[in-house]
């Protein structure tokens, strides 16, 4: 049975992750990493990406073990922020929060607060584990499988999550496109790899350096949303969250009734985190599933448990399923995870299916660290919220400027440049302009990111192939592939297509709305 | 055609915002384009050229934003809904002149004593605090920064001549 022997060997190096972990200084980061994502995570305008990257430059001095697994529990801690500014004052700390606020404020409303928090924390952490344990099962079986690729199969997979922004986002085609370009553009500038010639430069030694994609996260994301919070003229008013043991266990113990809920939501996120679908529709699409099947479906809206629990395990399983494709691809499931992969690469790691044969310690450190991460977290955030709720009433007169030094000082801390100051002010801009016309930001960064890879993985192709692009053809496994990618990206043609047909077959005259 | 809402005047249109944003893009895929031409976008003899790529991606931008372009220069109705209205465009020049002025004071003062000038600032301004409240946000937060970043990380900020003064 090679499935066994592969899952015991998977265990076998697990419970070596958890050996890396006894190491004090690990679980003392692994804690202020939650401390310090929860944190991130009920800032308005510091999101986990951006916070990843702020906080990147810190981990510099410290083990590669060690940097990872404060990074990704300042992830996790994010993941649970998120909720409690979704429940306490319907303010969504991230997109994928939003569905989370349906039911969630409305419980705090009622007087509910606690029992709306315990549910969401334990749901995303439910959501997360099970998402862990997939990795943990499935990451080394796709890194094995992985090894056996070419450049034409990377190239393809990169395509595959590239094409699936096209497909599956709500914006226009054409913007995710323009923004994706964008990306790619600014990840060519500066000196070319492979030939060693200088590409848009423009003769400028500053632009040699080219375009830090981590520059560009904490532009777009930290200054851009900064200018959005504040054009909203955002006043917060939110509600008071009594946490104590008695309301813990009370809502524990009615919690097991959502079982097909949490269970149901769990498997949706792990799915879309996997592929690029992210978080965010992960949590909507369980939301209606969890309310379509639902005995108490009109209660939806009005503060339903289950309608905290059903977005809430979604978004964790996919913001935790997303560092699957990153670990055992090193193509990353969402911006956060960018910024994840970006680190690994600072650090002179390489994602991708040799980091499971090289860097095994590395990986199964952080794999446990997911484990014990989220544990910590639920630790961290039943015992804190009022804290935290505290914090959001601070006037964003005071928080705004703050914000802004704390994400100047990360700009400045990636290469030690005044200029990327400048450049993330602009990028704030950028981001600001982009977001109210919805240009996509993520398929930008993870463009920005990917970019290298992805045209190197193409160039080899290409140079195998002596320019023939029938190489992304060549076997059933790239084909199927590329095929697949084709697909989601002619997906609003073909969507389009079906809908009109669909509707003169009913005989209906409505226009279909041109999107 | 006026339907802005009543506190405040549209300052520009959707519709003009979309037709800018995807002129710009085109201008940056003309941008690469060319530079791609310049480095070469076709098949050298080692391989594909510097510009072989990034040709592609600009090629791809130039026809996407003329796509969204031609949308919108068609479509007449984004005219009626405000991109950005007067009192939201004071609010977000508020947050952006104040961090501008920051950024090039960082250049001269260092990032400290910037950051000090900077919270004291908008707290006054914007929030209308009274100095009680603004000495101790705009002095600990710099403070706390120091010591996470310079003593604790060991990650150097700019500096300025005061901080020169105290040694460091």
Redesign the interface.
């Given at each position: 049975m090679p499935e066994r022997e592969g899952n015991l060997e998977a265990l076998g190096s697990l419970i070596h992750g958890f050996g890396v972990l006894a190491d004090p200084m690990n679980i003392a980061y692994m804690f202020i990493g939650i401390t310090l994502g929860v944190l991130i995570g009920v800032l308005p305008g510091l999101g986990g990406a951006n916070g990843v990257a702020i906080l990147l430059?810190?981990t510099?001095?410290m083990s590669p073990t060690s940097a990872i697994i404060m990074l990704s529990c300042i992830y996790w801690g994010a993941l649970f922020g998120g909720a409690i500014t979704s429940v306490l004052f319907n303010i969504p700390g991230e997109p994928w929060s939003v569905a989370t606020t349906f039911d969630g404020h409305p419980m705090a409303q009622k007087g509910h607060a606690g029992e709306a928090l315990t549910a969401a924390f334990t749901s995303s952490f439910f959501g997360a584990f099970v998402a862990v344990l997939l990795i943990t099962f499935l990451a080394p079986v796709i890194a094995g499988f992985a090894l056996r690729f070419g450049p034409a199969e990377f190239f393809a997979v990169q395509l595959l999550t590239f094409c699936s922004f096209v497909g599956m986002g709500s914006e226009?085609?054409?913007?995710v496109?323009?923004a994706m370009?964008?990306g790619?553009?600014l990840a060519?500038v500066g000196l070319?790899s492979?030939?060693g010639?200088?590409?848009?430069t423009f003769g400028s030694v500053e632009m040699l350096r080219g375009f830090d994609f981590l520059i560009a996260v904490i532009g777009l994301f930290g200054?851009g949303e900064?200018?959005l919070t504040?054009?909203e003229?955002l006043a917060f008013k939110g509600k008071s969250a009594k946490i104590n043991a008695k309301v813990v266990w009370e809502t524990w113990k009615s919690l097991p009734r959502y079982w097909v809920t949490a269970i149901r939501g769990s498997i949706v996120g792990c799915w879309m985190g996997i592929t690029p679908g992210g978080a965010t529709p992960a949590s909507f699409m369980s939301y209606g599933l969890a309310k379509r099947f639902s005995k108490n479906r009109q209660n939806f809206g009005n503060g339903e448990v289950e309608g905290v629990v059903a977005p809430e395990t979604a978004a964790h399983a996919a913001g935790t399923s997303a560092l699957l494709p990153m670990l055992t691809l090193g193509i990353p499931g969402s911006p956060t995870a960018a910024v994840l992969l970006g680190g690994l690469l600072i650090w002179g790691l390489q994602p991708g299916p040799l980091l499971f044969v090289e860097q095994k310690e590395f990986v199964w450190g952080l794999i446990a660290s997911m484990y014990l991460g989220n544990i910590a977290g639920l630790i961290v955030v039943l015992t804190t919220v009022p804290v935290f709720a505290s914090i959001l009433r601070i006037?964003f007169?005071?928080i705004?400027?703050?914000i802004?030094?704390?994400c100047?000082?990360g700009a400045?801390?990636v290469h030690?440049a005044?200029l990327d100051?400048?450049m993330m002010?602009v990028f704030?801009?950028v981001g600001?302009?982009f977001k109210?016309?919805s240009?996509p930001l993520a398929p930008l960064v993870l463009a920005l990111v990917l970019g290298d890879m992805a045209?190197s993985s193409?160039?080899q192709a290409?140079?195998v192939s002596q320019?023939d692009l029938a190489i992304f053809w060549s076997n059933p496994l790239v084909g199927s592939i590329v095929t697949l990618a084709l697909v989601m990206l002619f997906w609003p043609v073909l969507s389009a297509l079906l809908r009109k047909r669909q509707s003169r077959q009913d005989g209906g005259t409505q226009v279909i709305p041109v999107k | 055609m006026e339907h802005g809402t009543q506190n405040s005047d549209p300052v520009v249109s959707?519709r003009t915002?979309?037709i800018v944003?995807?002129g710009l893009?085109a201008l940056?895929?003309l941008?690469?384009m060319a530079?791609?031409i310049r480095?070469g976008n076709g098949?050298?003899s080692d391989?594909?050229?510097?510009?072989?790529?990034?040709f592609y991606?600009?090629l791809?931008?130039l026809v996407?934003?003329l796509?969204?372009l031609t949308?919108n220069l068609w479509r007449h109705s984004g005219e009626r809904t405000a991109?950005?209205e007067k009192h939201?465009l004071a609010?977000?020049l508020?947050?952006?002149v104040?961090?501008?002025v920051?950024?090039i004071l960082?250049?001269f003062l260092g990032?400290y004593l910037s950051?000090v000038l900077?919270?004291a600032f908008?707290?006054h301004w914007?929030?209308k605090?009274p100095l009680k409240t603004i000495l101790p946000?705009a002095i600990l937060?710099?403070a706390g920064?120091f010591v996470?970043?310079e003593i604790w990380?060991?990650?150097?900020?700019?500096k300025g001549p005061v901080e020169t003064m105290f040694g460091f």
């Open positions: 430059p810190l510099f001095s226009s085609p054409f913007k496109l323009c370009m964008l790619f553009a060519a070319d492979v030939t010639e200088l590409r848009m200054i900064i200018l504040m054009e003229g006037p007169s005071i705004a400027p703050v802004v030094v704390i100047a000082v400045y801390t030690n005044f100051i400048v002010l704030g801009v600001y302009v109210k016309l240009y045209e193409f160039r290409m140079l320019g | 959707n915002m979309e944003v995807a893009f940056v895929a941008v690469v530079d791609s480095v098949w050298g391989g594909p050229k510097a510009g072989y790529f990034p991606v600009g791809i931008m996407s934003s796509a969204t949308v991109f950005v939201q609010l977000v508020k947050v952006l104040p961090s501008a920051f950024v960082t250049a990032i950051a900077f919270i908008f707290m914007v929030g605090y946000v937060v710099p920064l996470m970043f990380f060991l990650v150097p900020l700019p």
